[in-house]
């Protein structure tokens, strides 16, 4: 198939915080750029055929979910409880339909099923058993619990409880770094038909409370598409995201004062960075341009256009 020349982007990130190349060994960072290389391939592989921005998504967080080293899907952080609750959600711009799962608890690939809940049924967010109930009847993958356990994030949970039996009080940097104290994965796309599509997914924060929901499945929040201006998937603290609206209020910013995606996405930064939160997002406009700002010490982070060529990045 000859290749097009109309404009497509994906734009992905596996999380921003507290990466300090001193402590990264070589070993891990392949392994970190070979996942985020094989999402970049995935979506663009959907992309260059024509397909639909939210096919290419979809694929691309799907694979960083089946990878442990993402706070997503497989390699989930551990709540209070020593147990795990994922979050997901999935929006495409052109009719802006959504779908979003909060706190499951055994669903393999929580934003196949968030894409269900936009699809198969009249709601956008379903939560808990009720949305398990819903993954089951429509055959989704259901796995134990085991599954979704790593010893690397078994390790910060208890260094936190340890702290904290010590007298600690919680505090999100007195014991762990930003990266291990959460994480999300996500991705935004421009397809051939001028349509964007974003999705995000994740393990949440470790050591939350059971039943805690952050940015990453609230619409307008973590995650948003619309035709008009841009998509968005955003990492970091989540009740930051929440309470400032982060992805809906860049696309209003530019839809309502014509600021670029760039000049609106580090204003919002900015604004969220003063209330004391710590995040990062990727996001690409209606016409492929695409930013991905962060204020931490680093975000996984990648991209790839018509050219097939993929960037991929971790450090500041």
């Known amino acids: ?12 990130h596996g999380g921003a915080g507290t990466i300090d190349r001193g402590a990264m060994t ?5 392994q970190y750029r070979a996942a985020l290389e094989q999402a970049l391939r995935a979506g663009y592989d959907v992309l ?20 442990p080293h993402f706070n997503a899907g497989r390699g989930a952080v551990f709540t209070a409880a020593g147990t795990h609750e994922l ?4 929006m495409e711009g052109r009719t802006r339909k959504a779908g979003a799962i909060a706190a499951v608890k055994h669903i393999r690939n929580p934003i196949t099923v968030a894409r269900m809940v936009m699809e198969k049924s009249p709601h956008v967010l379903l939560t808990g058993d009720g949305a398990e109930d819903f993954a089951k009847q429509l055959g989704a993958e259901i796995v134990d619990q085991k599954y979704f356990d790593t010893p690397e994030r078994w390790d910060v949970l208890q260094r936190i409880k340890k702290a904290e039996k010590a007298g600690g009080v919680g505090g999100k940097k007195f014991i762990v770094s930003e990266a291990d104290r959460h994480g999300t ?6 397809d051939q038909n001028g349509d964007l599509a974003a999705a995000t997914s994740t393990g949440g924060m470790t050591n939350k409370r059971v039943g805690r929901i952050g940015d990453s499945p609230v619409i307008g929040a973590g995650t948003y598409a619309n035709n008009v201006t841009c998509a968005i998937s955003g990492t970091g603290d989540g009740e930051f995201f929440i309470r400032s609206v982060v992805a809906h209020d860049i696309s209003a910013l530019m839809e309502y004062r014509g600021l670029s995606l760039a000049d609106a996405s580090n204003a919002v930064l900015e604004k969220v960075a003063k209330l004391g939160g710590t995040e990062g997002l990727v996001a690409v406009d209606r016409a492929g341009n695409f930013a991905l700002p962060f204020n ?21």
């Open 48 to 67: 260059k055929k024509g397909g639909a921005g939210l096919d290419a998504v979809e694929a691309a967080v799907r694979v960083l979910e089946d990878d």
């Open 87 to 90: 979050d997901a959600a999935i």
């Open 26 to 30: 070589p070993e891990r960072e392949k």
């Open 185 to 190: 994965v996500g991705a935004v796309a421009l």
């Open 1 to 12: 198939m000859p290749k097009s020349s109309k404009p497509f982007r994906l734009v992905l």
């Open 296 to 316: 931490t010490n680093g975000m996984y982070r990648g991209t790839v256009g018509v050219d097939g060529k993929t960037t991929v990045e971790i450090y500041k």
